[in-house]
Nanobody, 127 residues
Framework: QVQLVESGGGLVQAGGSLRLSCVAS????????MGWFRQAPGKEREFVAN????????SYASSVKGRFTISRDNAKNTVYLEMISLRPEDTAVYYC????????????????????WGQGTQVTVSS
């Protein structure tokens, strides 16, 4: 049974930073692309960043590019999202997700391409 558990969220002032972690279990983590998504109150869940199984060519939503960094440690079955220069509009529940198709060449940005999801971690940025 696949399980993804996020942590690291919290309340931070604008301009601050946070590091989110997502620990995966129940799947051969190193074979799968991973993604981070977020959902703000009253809005649809949206793509934030993704990283391929081999860590090559991560991609980002334009709204976070240059401020967020996704990385992974396959030995620890963990994917990270480093967030700096946080803005009030970054306030959302952040979810990690796994695309459980092995060694996909292209990391997807669409929610429908991801099969397993964590429960989310709240990030609140105050102005």
């Amino acid at each position: 049974q696949v399980q993804l558990v996020e942590s690291g969220g919290g309340l931070v002032q604008a301009g601050g930073s946070l590091r989110l972690s997502c620990v995966a279990s129940g799947l051969p983590f190193s074979m799968y692309n991973m993604g981070w998504f977020r959902q703000a109150p009253g809005k649809e869940r949206e793509f934030v960043a993704n990283i391929k199984w081999n860590s090559i060519s991560p991609s980002y939503a334009s709204s976070v590019k240059g401020r967020f960094t996704i990385s992974r440690d396959n030995a620890k079955n963990t994917v990270y999202l480093e967030m700096i220069s946080l803005r009030p509009e970054d306030t959302a529940v952040y979810y990690c997700a796994a695309d459980v198709r092995r060694y996909r060449i292209v990391a997807a940005t669409a929610l429908s391409e991801y099969d397993s999801w964590g429960q989310g971690t709240q990030v609140t940025v105050s102005s």
